[in-house]
């Protein structure tokens, strides 16, 4: 496989199906498996990410799963950048790479890239956010409109904190927003991708069920373990993300049992809704019906883009 071309992505909301598919289409491929997640990565957080078992390990290989521990954070930049790495030297082995995950963020930036924009001051954002309340967003909406009229043509004028980092980018660097977009590095590969979805009632049930699941495995014992690590932060990511929060929230007696289940399952089915919200912004992906759709099915979509 060359460089140029497509590589396979199988993405899709939290619960779809995507882990098993996945590692049928990679051992017909003889691929080894990107996995996309902002969360697996760490050695420390397993059940309530639905990492791949240690068998599932054994039949592909896997990158990005458990090899990072929770003091030392991976942003969705960190993820691309060493993500492409990895693509290139699954290439130079002579293997695909398949593309595997939910992580909006963290694929976007590896399909398309991030704008490399430096960091500003924090007085920069104070001043902002006290002219906002002295001033009102539309006159801080106007303001974005005379220094970078691109960038305010895009917004909705009432996200004020938008508003606010577009005017901060400006403030602090000297340079529109605009500007960091227009000349982010173009992404070394391409990439075909597939959604895989379900019908909601049954994707939904899909979730619930795997959150009892989760429960029964041990969840609770996981979280009180990353609890007593010294130095972690319980109220930054990754642990104050969906299926940790909740459980964490309950361990230091803020809810009852019951409610941190009903909590955790709701929150996630929003979640899996959001997922899909985001997919739909690119017309490029390929949807499918994860009920109907085998891996040859996959592959063939693969096949055709060759």
């Keep these: 496989m060359s460089p140029e071309q497509p590589i396979l992505t199988i993405t899709g909301p939290t619960?779809?199906?995507?882990?098993?598919?996945?590692?049928?289409?990679?051992?017909?491929?003889?691929?080894?498996?990107?996995?996309?997640?902002?969360?697996?990565?760490?050695?420390?957080?397993?059940?309530?990410?639905?990492?791949?078992?240690?068998?599932?390990?054994?039949?592909?290989?896997?990158?990005?799963?458990?090899?990072?521990?929770?003091?030392?954070?991976?942003?969705?930049?960190?993820?691309?950048d060493k993500a492409n790495k990895r693509i290139e030297s699954i290439l130079e082995r002579g293997n695909r790479p398949l593309v595997v995950g939910g992580a909006t963020l963290y694929l976007h930036a590896l399909q398309y890239g991030l704008a490399d924009i430096p960091d500003?001051?924090?007085?920069?954002?104070?001043?902002?956010?006290?002219?906002?309340?002295?001033?009102?967003?539309?006159?801080?909406?106007?303001?974005?409109?005379?220094?970078?009229?691109?960038?305010?043509?895009?917004?909705?004028?009432?996200?004020?904190?938008?508003?606010?980092?577009?005017?901060?980018?400006?403030?602090?660097?000297?340079?529109?927003?605009?500007?960091?977009?227009?000349?982010?590095p173009e992404?070394?590969?391409n990439y075909v991708t597939v959604v895989l979805n379900r019908d909601r009632a049954q994707l939904y049930d899909r979730i619930n069920r795997r959150v009892d699941q989760m429960l029964d495995d041990g969840l609770l014992d996981e979280v009180r373990t990353v609890m007593r690590i010294e130095g972690v932060q319980l109220d930054k990511p990754p642990l104050s993300t969906i299926g940790?929060?909740?459980?964490?929230?309950?361990?230091?007696?803020?809810?009852?049992?019951?409610?941190?289940?009903?909590?955790?399952?709701?929150?996630?089915?929003?979640?899996?809704?959001?997922?899909?919200?985001?997919?739909?912004?690119?017309?490029e992906y390929e949807w499918y019906d994860a009920n109907a759709t085998s891996p040859d099915d996959l592959i063939s979509v693969l096949d055709d883009a060759l």
């Design 15 to 80: 619960a779809v199906g995507k882990t098993e598919v996945s590692l049928e289409v990679a051992e017909q491929l003889d691929a080894e498996i990107v996995s996309v997640d902002s969360r697996q990565v760490y050695e420390e957080l397993t059940i309530g990410t639905a990492k791949p078992s240690w068998a599932a390990c054994e039949r592909v290989p896997h990158h990005f799963i458990g090899e990072r521990t929770l003091h030392d954070p991976f942003s969705a930049g960190d993820y691309a």
């Design 120 to 184: 500003v001051n924090d007085e920069v954002r104070a001043r902002l956010e006290k002219r906002l309340e002295q001033e009102g967003k539309q006159a801080l909406f106007e303001e974005l409109k005379e220094v970078d009229p691109d960038q305010a043509a895009e917004m909705d004028p009432t996200k004020t904190q938008r508003v606010l980092r577009a005017l901060e980018v400006y403030h602090g660097t000297g340079k529109p927003l605009s500007h960091y977009y227009e000349n982010q």
């Design 187 to 189: 992404p070394p590969f």
């Design 244 to 283: 940790y929060r909740e459980p964490i929230q309950h361990l230091q007696g803020e809810m009852e049992y019951e409610e941190m289940v009903r909590r955790v399952k709701r929150n996630t089915r929003r979640y899996a809704k959001r997922q899909l919200t985001w997919f739909r912004r690119y017309d």
